[in-house]
């Protein structure tokens, strides 16, 4: 209570905790929302189970004459009465765990689906809108960067190349765009120019200072 089982409504507060620039996020929470009626019968009739537990085992003995067969009979009555409630709630209470245990079966199957790793992994939405800052092929684009960099750009043909021999499942078509010089374009994450860097003509990008995974 308070925590899976809510009343309909309430929302528990956000604790996700503040992203840093090199990493990428995403939080996960199960609730069982019922009407704010149901709810407060749901805590009365728990309270009451309490209750019985604390009778049981603290006050049993003492409620009932075990001395006498008239008091054994009785003290039988009372048992079969409190498995009979115990049961009750044992089976509502099951219900509820059933409730939890689909939840997390469905959000396995989820995670495990392609859907979900072109999500997480490439930054592609189900829907097949493309989060740029956290996209694979820019990750793949930045790690070109750290290896190939010089003076602070990288030739856009080296980091294909690159990207093709440690990354080959990163390629252009997999975010819809034609060529290398697509992605940077697309992506708004890197600034690209022509000129000759190091003796070497030819395209050269490096990241926009304000451009960052997030």
């Known amino acids: 209570m308070g925590d899976y089982i809510l009343k309909e409504g309430f929302e528990l507060p956000d604790d996700t905790p503040e992203q840093t620039s090199e990493s990428i996020h995403f939080g996960f929470r199960m609730q069982l929302n019922l009407p704010a009626e149901r709810h407060e019968a749901l805590k009365a009739e728990l309270r009451e189970l309490g209750t019985l537990r604390n009778s049981l085992v603290h006050h049993f003995v003492d409620l009932h004459d075990l001395w006498t067969l008239d008091g054994c009979l009785q003290a039988q009555d009372a048992l079969n009465q409190s498995y009979t409630e115990i049961d ?17 079966k469905a959000t396995a199957d989820l995670m495990q689906s392609p859907q979900f790793r072109d999500m997480i992994v490439n930054g592609i939405g189900p829907d097949g809108e493309i989060h740029w800052p956290v996209a694979g092929i820019v990750g793949a684009l930045r790690e070109a960067f750290q290896e190939l960099s010089i003076d602070g750009w990288v030739n856009l043909d080296a980091a294909a190349r690159w990207v093709s021999e440690h990354h080959p499942q ?6 819809g765009c034609s060529r290398w010089r697509h992605v940077i374009h697309e992506s708004g994450q890197f600034e690209l120019r022509r000129f000759t860097h190091n003796g070497q003509f030819g395209a050269w990008y490096r990241e926009r200072p304000h451009a960052s995974a997030c």
Do not use: N
């Open 88 to 104: 009750r709630h044992f089976e509502q209470l099951v219900t509820f765990a059933g409730y939890m245990d689909e939840a997390r």
């Open 170 to 175: 990163q390629t252009p078509q997999k975010y």
